[in-house]
């Protein structure tokens, strides 16, 4: 496939779910969260909620911000990483400030059930499944389709997707969120990791591998 096709790709993805997300925002303004739904983010509800409140503090700025420091330190010792690195860092700032803004827009009010914290912001999308895809995940896509050893990449990947859907499921453990949310949330991420990789598919050739080494090397 050609550099433009997947730019391409990598495009008509971010906008399609946007469209997904901006239409299930509208829905669940107009008509609130589905009754089906309801029982079972009920049945979800208080459980194993020490573990869901540490998935959920990885997505708070006391975690995020030290990671990302960390990360700045390793793009400039980690050539072959560092695009991977800049975009991840980058797909998790706009899906971090794209669901603050958000939430903002449809002004959702929050469940009313809640456990550990009482979270005061809008509802939709969530922030933490916005971050839990748009960064967590996209870690977990770059682990898997890099240049490591097979099993290296394959586990490092499995954990970190597992991990991603670990935070989805804790804002429902904690009744801080609406299934919906946890669904528009993911669907922003999404928008936010795919927007990322089409503009380092067009700039670099591709997010990771040979392409960026031989950019490296011309460095």
């Known amino acids: 496939m050609t550099r433009e096709r997947v730019v391409r790709a990598w495009f008509g993805t971010a906008v399609i779910a946007f469209g997904f997300f901006l239409l299930l925002g509208m829905e669940v303004s107009r008509r609130g969260e589905p009754p ?13 909620t020490l573990v869901a409140w540490r998935l959920t503090e990885s997505c708070y700025p006391r975690v995020l911000i030290p990671i990302g420091i960390v990360l700045l330190i390793l793009a400039v010792a980690l050539r072959n990483w560092r695009v991977r690195i800049l975009t ?8 971090w400030r794209g669901a603050d803004f958000f939430q903002h827009y ?5 469940p009313v059930e809640w456990a550990i914290k009482h979270e005061l912001s809008f509802s939709y999308p969530s922030s933490h499944a916005a971050i839990a895809v748009g960064f967590y995940g996209l870690w977990a896509a770059l682990f898997y389709f890099s240049d490591l050893p097979k099993p ?18 804790s804002r429902l453990a904690l009744g801080a969120h609406y299934l919906t949310d946890i669904a528009g ?17 067009a700039v670099f050739g591709r997010v990771a591998g040979p392409a960026e080494r031989g950019q490296n090397r011309a460095a």
């Open 106 to 110: 449809f002004a959702r009010p929050r």
């Open 185 to 201: 949330g993911a669907l922003l991420g999404l928008v936010a990791a795919a927007l990322c990789a089409a503009f380092v598919t």
């Open 152 to 169: 290296v990449r394959t586990i490092g990947g499995l954990l970190l997707a597992i991990f991603a859907a670990g935070v989805c499921w």
């Open 88 to 95: 991840s860092i980058a797909s998790l700032l706009i899906a």
């Open 36 to 48: 089906l739904l309801l029982g079972w983010e009920h049945g979800w509800f208080d459980h194993s």
